[in-house]
Every structure is written in structure tokens, then in C-alpha cells.
């Protein structure tokens, strides 16, 4: 390590020092670029980074899966609002974060940002639990998607056998993601652009369907309508709480960054991946989301469906036809379950960067790529596991487990903030890095970092709040902070012992 910069070499053999030890440079300067010999193998080019970073996100097919949170708490109207709020406040975060990837292209992330851009006193503890709050998001999020592949393979069984009892369906989901991530590993580049354009004409498909045989509400029921079925006394609380579903619908754009170090070009391949992911999914999101709006029927029949899904019983009001909805919702399915082989891949890559520089337990198993395929298969296999204990959960109480959906996004945007206030605070005084090669501009720049970290506060905040205080019990709590500030301190206890 000279004066004025350095290069990381990926190590063989396990650190010994602490996480993110090796990335401080000199006192009152930001770090220079630091990058890793290569042994990850690149394989996306842009198409098909675009494609794995739509997969992740599946905006259209997740605020379907997610839509009782803004209909619970905001109706038709308070839905629509939040959706747009929640639209241009993750462009702001995906801004951002597409700035610093152009100048830190690493598979670390947020995690390996914040360390180049703290104080050289902080570098070391802020890394740390950016990286431990970074890797809890990917693991939860890789969870709720599980989960939700799961119990709507579940919620389509008992729609058509009604005796059908499901159970551990999420496994399955989950075990056929670790297949494809480490056997047929290869395919992924090719699958991410099939499945792309699958996202694009199933959303085309349900669209027009819905549209064309559905009932139909009018403009005052969709545009005028707010719902506080959550027992708010305020409305304004209401609609933030609502804000769940959306939030959760845009999560997992920043999983392109994650794969940095098997992306070409990753300076500007990356950040146009998350800015097309953003402004496509987001269009084809608020689209269906007005058509579940203007055709779902029975709003009320659609909340209290025993599938657990609204979207289901609305599909079924709509379409009229139970062989129809159920070809529609495996639709979904297909390309929900894909969203987990991407998830996972994100995931693993996250795990292994961070335990790469020593910040997990037993990183030298979960740091460590196989030597034939390059692959990161521990830290695949140890998200998996991850997984399949919070499926447990479940079995004891659904509540529990639903509070992982709040969890990702808890965890997620406190990794956001992070990097993002800290490179605020450099172009405040003047010690900002250079901007690499995907940049929109010194001022633009740092208004929307402004409004990310205002945007970044309102839904954390609010991440922790419960669906509904009518009757407040147990059951009916949100854990999510208890799980949270749970994992936070076994993070920090790690660090100090």
C-alpha cells in the first residue's frame, strides 16, 4: 500500500486481520479505486444485465404479490400515490448508487463504498456493519422470495383442491435456485435475457386480459378512494405504512452491482443495467397496478381470500375462469422463481465479497471460490441454509415470517444510507472522489443524494411500523425491528470480540 493508492489482490489464504483492514488508505483522503485481481469470470453484457436486473426486481409481478399492504393502509388512491412516490424516490437511490459503482466497481457494494469514503478513524466499524446489514437484506430478501414462491404455489393448490395442504413448497423454490446458481451456472446470462423478455409479454398478456373480460371500476372509486382499514387516526401515518408494498416491489436493483466482477465494462455497464431496470419496471408496474385497481372487483372478498394472495381471488373475479387464473398466476410463478436463482446469485456474491475481507464467521470457507467453476459455491450454499432456517419460522408463526418482507427493506436501505450520506458529505466539503465514467453532473449529483437520504429516512422509519394497530397483539406486531437490532448486535459483538 503506497501514499497515494494501492491494489488489492483477492487473497488465497484467509485474512487475519479485521473486516475492511486492508482497504484504509491515507488519514483525510478518500481511498483511490481499489480493485481485485480478477477470478470471478465475466460473462453479462449489458442485455443480459438488464435482464438479471429486471429479474430481481420483478416490479409488475411483486406489487401484485405485495398489493394488500398499500390497499390495507391508503385504498386505491393511497396505492397509486405511494407507488409514484416510492417510483422517483428509488430512482434517486439507483442514481446514486450508479454513480458509485462507476467508481468502485467491486461485488462489495455499499459495504466496500462506505470504506473508501469514511473517515479513516471510521472506515473500519462503518464498513463493517454496512456489510453485516448489507449481507442481512440479501439473506432476507432471498427468503421472502422463497417464501413467496412457495406459499403462492400453495395459495394456486388450494384455489383448485381446496383439501390440498401445502407444506415446505419453499424449499423446493429455493433448492432448484441452487441447482441453476452452481450446476447450470453457465446458462444464467442466457436465461436472464429469456426471462426477460418473458417478463415483458406476461405483462402484456394479464394486462390485456384484465382489461378486456375484467369488471371495471370507475375513476372516483380508483382515483378517490382511500382506505384506513390499518386503525391509524392519522392519514398521513396510514399511507406511509402503506408504503411497504411498493418498497419491497423496487427492491433488489443494486443486486447488479453485485455482480460487478463478472459484468464487462462494469463502470457503465452496471449503472445503465439499474437505470433501464428502474424505468422499465417501474412503467410496467404502475401499469398493472391500474389495472388490478380499475379490474379487481370486490376489494374487500379480494383482502380476505383464503389464499393469502388478493391477487389471486382478484384474477379469479376478473377472468371468471379458474383454469384461466391459474395459468396466469404460473406465469408468475416461472418468472418468480427465476427472480430467486437471481437473488441467490446476488446473494452468494454479496457473502462472498464481505467474507472475502474477513467480515463474516468462517469467511475462509465463505470467501473462497471453487477452483474448476469460479464459483462462490459455500457462501450459495451457507444462503441457502440461511433460507431454509427462516422457513422454520413460518411453521410456528406466518407473522414472524412476514416480518422478513419489512426486514429486507430495513436492512437494504440502511446499507443505502450509509454510503450514499457519506459521499453527500464529502461533496459538501470538497474531498468528493472523481467521478468515473457514468456520471449525471457535480450539481444534479448532489441534489438527488439529497432527496435519497430524505426518501432513504421516511421508509426506514416506517419499514418498523405494523399493518394494522386495530387490536394490536402478538400476532399482529411487526417483529421486524426486534430482528433487525437483533442481528445489528450480534454484528457488533463479532466485530469487538
Known amino acids: 500500500m503506497t501514499a497515494q493508492g494501492y491494489e488489492m489482490e483477492r487473497p488465497t489464504e484467509p485474512k487475519t486481520a479485521h473486516p475492511s483492514e486492508e482497504l484504509v488508505g491515507d488519514p483525510g483522503q478518500v ?40 390497499l390495507t393502509d391508503g385504498g386505491p388512491l393511497g396505492s397509486i400515490i405511494g407507488y409514484i412516490f416510492c417510483w422517483i424516490g428509488y430512482t434517486c437511490v439507483a ?22 469514503l469514511a473517515p479513516k478513524s471510521w472506515r473500519k466499524p462503518l464498513s463493517y456493519m454496512t456489510g453485516w446489514l448489507l449481507v442481512l437484506g440479501w439473506q432476507a430478501d432471498l427468503a421472502s422470495a422463497a417464501y413467496l414462491g412457495g406459499t403462492i404455489i400453495q395459495g394456486l ?7 390440498y395442504e401445502g407444506t415446505l413448497i419453499l424449499y423446493a423454490v429455493v433448492l432448484f435456485a441452487m441447482f441453476f446458481n ?38 372516483e372509486e380508483v382515483w378517490g378512494t382511500f382506505y384506513n382499514l390499518g386503525g391509524y ?6 399511507f406511509f405504512v402503506g408504503l411497504i408494498g411498493p418498497v419491497f416491489a423496487f427492491m433488489g436493483a443494486d443486486g447488479a452491482t453485485h455482480m460487478s466482477e463478472e459484468a464487462r465494462n462494469p463502470r457503465t455497464t452496471i449503472p445503465w443495467a439499474l ?9 410496467l408496474g404502475f401499469g398493472m397496478l391500474l389495472a388490478l385497481l380499475y379490474c379487481q372487483g370486490d376489494v374487500m ?29 404460473s406465469i408468475l410463478l416461472v418468472l418468480l422463481i427465476f427472480a430467486n436463482v437471481a437473488v441467490l446469485a446476488a446473494t452468494s456474491r454479496t457473502t462472498y465479497a464481505f467474507a472475502r475481507d474477513n467480515g463474516l464467521p468462517f469467511s475462509n470457507y465463505l470467501g473462497h471460490l471453487h477452483e474448476r467453476s469460479k464459483l462462490p459455491i459455500w457462501a450459495l450454499a451457507f444462503s441457502v441454509t440461511i433460507t431454509m432456517l427462516l422457513g422454520l419460522i413460518n411453521i410456528g408463526s406466518s407473522t ?34 472523481e467521478p468515473g465514467p457514468w456520471t449525471i453532473g457535480k450539481t444534479p449529483s448532489l441534489i438527488v443524494n439529497i432527496m435519497t437520504l430524505i426518501y432513504i429516512v421516511i421508509v426506514f422509519i416506517f419499514s418498523f411500523f405494523p399493518l394494522t394497530v386495530t387490536d394490536l397483539t402478538p400476532s399482529s406486531f411487526n417483529w421486524a425491528v426486534v430482528l433487525y437490532f437483533g442481528v445489528v448486535g450480534i454484528g457488533i459483538a463479532l466485530y469487538l470480540i
Open 31 to 70: 481511498a483511490p479505486q481499489v480493485q481485485y485481481s480478477q477470478q470471478l469470470q465475466e460473462k453479462f453484457g449489458l442485455t443480459s444485465m438488464i435482464g438479471f436486473s429486471c429479474t430481481i426486481m420483478i416490479t409488475w409481478e411483486a406489487i401484485l404479490f405485495v398489493c394488500q399492504y398499500g
Open 95 to 116: 442514481l446514486c448508487l450508479s454513480e458509485l459503482n462507476s467508481i468502485y466497481p467491486t461485488a462489495g457494494g455499499q459495504y466496500h463504498w462506505t470504506c473508501e
Open 157 to 163: 393448490a388450494s384455489l383448485n383442491y381446496p383439501e
Open 182 to 219: 452452481s450446476v447450470l451456472a453457465r446458462l444464467l446470462p442466457f436465461a436472464e435475457g429469456t426471462i426477460l423478455a418473458i417478463h415483458v409479454l406476461g405483462w402484456f398478456a394479464i394486462l390485456v386480459s384484465l382489461i378486456v373480460v375484467g369488471p371495471r371500476h370507475s375513476n
Open 233 to 238: 387516526e392519522q392519514s398521513g401515518v396510514t
Open 275 to 283: 437505470i433501464t431496470s428502474i424505468t422499465l419496471n417501474g412503467s
Open 301 to 329: 372478498q379480494n383482502l380476505e381470500s383464503p389464499t393469502g394472495f388478493p391477487f389471486l381471488e382478484a384474477f379469479l373475479q376478473a377472468l371468471r375462469s379458474l383454469p384461466w387464473a391459474t395459468a396466469y398466476t
Open 400 to 433: 414472524a415470517f412476514n416480518a422478513v418482507i419489512s426486514l429486507v427493506v430495513a436492512a437494504y436501505y440502511s446499507s443505502y444510507f450509509n454510503a450514499i450520506v457519506l459521499l453527500t458529505w464529502r461533496k459538501l466539503n470538497g474531498t468528493a472522489p
